[in-house]
């Protein structure tokens, strides 16, 4: 089986969300995973996570802004975590 490698470039517009995902989950996402052509130590390489995203249409959440990650204006007041009354909602 031939080794594939992945290059550590992020899609069009999806730079700022890549290194957003290197810099807050260090635990879950590592550029060495890239190299090996998937996970390495349970880790997942973002280049790879960022072009599925995007090929399923999801959108950039964060820009890159002078080498830093900032979050868009719309996704300012994006909570990972549900309100309670939509957690309610999903538990009846």
Do not use: Q
């Not at 190299?35 to 390489?45: A, D, H, I, S």
């Not at 996570?49 to 007041?77: C, R, V």
Request: hydrophobic share 25%; net charge positive.
């Amino acid at each position: 089986m031939k080794d594939i490698y992945l290059f550590e470039v992020s899609p069009e517009g999806w730079k700022g969300t890549v290194r957003a995902m290197l810099a807050h989950h260090p635990e879950k996402f590592s550029k060495d995973a890239c190299k090996k052509g998937g996970k390495k130590g349970g880790k997942m390489c973002p280049y790879a996570i960022a072009y599925k995203d995007k090929e399923e249409g999801d959108e950039a959440h964060y820009k890159n802004k002078k080498g830093k990650p900032e979050k868009k204006k719309e996704f300012k007041n994006e909570s990972i975590f549900p309100t309670y009354r939509e957690w309610v909602a999903k538990r009846t």
